[in-house]
């Protein structure tokens, strides 16, 4: 399952991972985000021990949304080492979340 990231938790769970961190930003209204929701939580379950994949629901963690420009939604953002390496926006399968993911 995936990690709800707030900005209490990003630092521990994004930033000081060891392991690749994939973040999805959405929101419970948008339907695209809907539609990749159950697509980032089966990569959850397939990555686990290889990656970290975690949400990030941008109507409770503005600040976070803000912090990385966060202008479109679903968006989707690849941590390697606690910076950004990839950025996705829009839906996807989840061959190509896996793949940005490198893993």
């Not at 990690?3 to 209204?29: G, Q, Y």
């Not at 695209?32 to 980032?40: A, F, K, R």
């Amino acid at each position: 399952m995936a990690i709800a990231i707030t900005k209490e938790n990003f630092k521990s769970v994004v930033l000081e991972s060891s392991e690749p961190v994939l973040v999805d930003f959405w929101a419970a209204w948008c339907r695209p985000c809907q539609m990749l929701g159950p697509i980032v939580e089966s990569l959850s379950e397939e990555v686990k021990g290889l990656a970290v994949v975690g949400k990030v629901n941008v109507d409770e963690q503005a600040e976070l949304a803000n912090q990385f420009r966060i202008m479109s939604i679903p968006t989707v953002l690849v941590f390697k080492g606690g910076k950004v390496v990839n950025s996705i926006i829009g839906v996807r399968s989840k061959d190509e979340l896996r793949k940005a993911l490198g893993v």
